[in-house]
Every structure is written in structure tokens, then in C-alpha cells.
């Protein structure tokens, strides 16, 4: 078993190196551990010392130290996606973000390279069931591109900046659109089961709490201290997906709406989803809003939809199978991964005649 010891967030005071103080409280556990550990440790804060850092300190083994960043300065984002181009030989210019059960569309890229998260440095591990944990680079309808199978969560225990870090990895991949994708509640009660959102807004309600990937010392390569929010949503895709939604006739399954993503991981009482959908929301999820900001920050296109998994209860007198489970999230997913797949793969080819 790993001990984690995340140490201490780092104060502006920090930066008055190398007089600075640790309290040896908040060294705690770190007065068990040997001096040469300690003083590894010291190093790494000084070097890093625009990023919080957590430890990972395994007792097994002498002196075992894996860093995992909670920020990612711009030179360890730029390692990770040299380490991805010239793996793969390409620079990609569309990412994709598959929700939970919809992996399959990183299954439809053809010749792909495939990279293992453990197996890329500085990455996070996925641990959510649906998100296999692979990063998938290749060729699809003639364009090149790059899915994440699987996503990182808040309530996973990554801060926000950790979650939306692989956007930034894209970018520096050459990615210029970010196709993300979620699979969501639905709360608008025209919504049925299946049917697929195409977001046009969102409610950022882990923002409104005081929670952003941005936080923190703003770096200009990836973009301005204050990103403007208004048109996240390119609405030349999301009108390209209606035609495409109505060319594969499915036009009544697809709807444009507004996703609001919570912390999770418990689904929402039913006076949070009242209230939500008083806001105007009309799908709730877990995931994509930071990385929807993160990707507007750094001046990336983005597309992106909720695929409706379950319908949630907003009415007390709602019956009790109308309670949201992750399987029943799998399910779904999994029997209209299909439609998804032609839908995220035809605009892909649009986008690609269009730029041929
Ligand atoms: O948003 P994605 O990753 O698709 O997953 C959604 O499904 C899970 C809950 O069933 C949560 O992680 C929620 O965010
Ligand atoms: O009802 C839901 N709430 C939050 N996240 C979700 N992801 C799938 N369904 C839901």
C-alpha cells in the first residue's frame, strides 16, 4: 500500500526561496520518514515549486518517490505530448473524450498507436469502470486524431487542473478541435433515455463553488488570465451534427441543451435536481465542463453532447426506479454507442473535407 502524504499547498511566501520555513506539523507524516527522503523531498519542492506536488512515498521499497503534479508546469505538458508525437509519429489535430461506456469510439481509429496511461509519464491513472485508461492515437475518416479513453474526475481526488491537464497535452499535440463527450442525467423532461444533447452551454456549478482548472498562477503560452466563456460551443458543429443527426434519421433523438456538471460521485437528491432544472439545465453529468474551459482557454474548437443514460426524478411522487446507477449508465451507453460512433465520426469527416 502506498502512503500518500500531499504535503502543503504552496503561499505566494513560497516564492522568497530559499528562506522559507516548514512547520513540522505539517510535515506530518513526513517525521517517520529517513532523512534521505526528506531530503529528496526538499529538492523536488524547491524545484516544482510553482506546482503542488503529492508524494507517494512506498515504505516496501527504500526510497521510492513518484511524482504526480497536481499543476502541470507548461514544461512537464510539453514533455507529455513530445512523448506522444513521437511515439505515435503524428501530431493530431482533433482529441476526443469518450464518457463513461462510450470507449468505442477511440475503437473506431484505425492504425492506432495506443499509450497506456501508466505507461505515459506524468499521467493520471483512470479509475472509474468505463474508462479503460488508454490514450489512442490514429487516423479516422482521414483525419488524424486522438481519444482518451477514459476521463479523470473531480471525485476521483484530482483537483480540476489535474482532470482537464490532457486537453493541454492535446493542444501541444497540435489538436485544434476538442470533441468531449459525457454520459449525463437527463432533467429536461422531453428528454428520453438514448437520446443525444448537444451542448450549446453549460452551468459550471463546481465553479460556482469557487473551483476552477484555472486557478492558480496563469501561464500566457496556453492562454489570458480572464477566458471568455460566451460561444464555447462551436455552433457550426453543432449545426453540422443536426444535419448529420437528420441525415442518419434521427433527428427526434437529438436535442441542443445545457449540461451542468456537480462533483459527484453520489447522483443529485431530487431539490438539487429542481433546482437545476429552475437554472435551465437540462442534462446533469460529472465530468466535461473544466475540460471544455480548459480547451476554450487555450483557444481550441469545441464540440461536444450528453448521451442521455437514465431520466432523472424531479418530482418527489417519482417513482423509485428512476434512481440513477452506474450500470444502468453502462447499458445505455453501450446500446447506443452506435449512433454515437457515426455521429462523432461523420462530423470528423466533415471537418476534414471542409480543411482538405
Ligand atoms: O461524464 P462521464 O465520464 O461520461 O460519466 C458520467 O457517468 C458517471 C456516473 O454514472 C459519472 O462519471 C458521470 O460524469
Ligand atoms: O443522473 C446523473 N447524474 C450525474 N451524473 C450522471 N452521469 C450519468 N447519469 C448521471
Not at 23 to 34: A, I
Not at 168 to 194: D, H, Q, S, W
Amino acid at each position: 500500500m502506498y502512503l500518500f502524504c500531499s504535503l502543503w499547498e504552496f503561499h505566494s511566501s513560497f516564492h522568497c526561496l530559499p528562506s522559507w520555513r516548514v512547520d513540522k506539523k505539517d510535515l506530518w507524516p513526513v517525521n517517520m520518514y529517513p532523512p534521505k527522503f526528506i531530503a529528496v523531498h526538499s529538492y523536488i519542492v524547491y524545484t516544482f515549486i510553482s506546482s503542488k506536488i503529492t508524494l507517494q512515498y512506498s515504505p516496501k521499497q527504500d526510497v521510492k518517490l513518484i511524482l504526480v503534479f497536481d499543476r502541470y508546469p507548461y514544461e512537464v505538458i510539453e514533455e507529455i505530448a513530445d512523448f506522444i508525437t513521437k511515439g505515435s509519429g503524428m501530431r493530431p489535430k482533433i482529441g476526443i473524450i469518450c464518457g463513461s461506456g462510450l470507449g468505442s469510439l477511440a475503437d473506431m481509429i484505425q492504425d492506432p498507436k495506443i499509450f497506456e496511461y501508466e505507461k505515459i509519464p506524468n499521467f493520471p491513472v483512470s479509475t472509474v469502470e468505463g474508462h479503460a485508461g488508454r490514450l489512442v492515437v490514429g487516423t479516422l475518416e482521414g483525419a488524424t486524431v486522438m481519444a482518451m479513453q477514459g476521463r479523470f474526475h473531480f471525485y476521483e481526488g484530482y483537483p480540476l487542473a489535474k482532470c482537464s491537464m490532457p486537453v493541454r497535452v492535446m493542444k501541444l499535440c497540435g489538436v485544434e478541435y476538442l470533441f468531449a463527450t459525457n454520459a449525463a442525467g437527463g432533467i429536461n423532461p422531453r428528454f428520453a433515455v438514448g437520446d443525444i444533447m448537444l451542448m450549446h452551454d453549460h452551468v459550471n456549478m463546481l465553479g460556482f463553488a469557487g473551483n476552477s482548472p484555472l486557478q492558480g498562477p496563469n501561464d500566457p503560452r496556453f492562454g489570458p488570465r480572464f477566458p471568455a466563456l460566451v460561444n464555447s460551443y462551436n455552433k457550426d458543429l453543432i449545426n453540422k451534427a443536426i444535419e448529420i443527426a437528420k441525415a442518419m434519421g434521427i433527428e427526434s433523438n437529438i436535442h441542443v441543451g445545457v449540461y451542468s456538471c456537480l462533483g459527484g460521485p453520489n447522483y443529485e437528491t431530487i431539490a438539487e435536481l429542481k433546482a437545476l432544472r429552475m437554472m435551465g439545465v437540462d442534462a446533469v453529468g460529472m465530468s466535461t465542463v473544466h475540460e471544455v474551459i480548459t480547451a476554450r482557454h487555450c483557444d481550441m474548437k469545441v464540440f461536444a453532447f450528453s448521451l442521455i443514460t437514465n431520466k432523472c426524478a424531479t418530482e418527489y411522487s417519482d417513482k423509485k426506479d428512476d434512481e440513477a446507477n452506474h450500470d444502468e449508465v453502462m447499458a445505455v451507453a453501450k446500446n447506443r454507442q452506435k449512433a454515437c460512433c457515426e455521429l462523432v465520426s461523420r462530423l470528423i469527416r466533415e471537418i476534414h473535407l471542409a480543411s482538405a
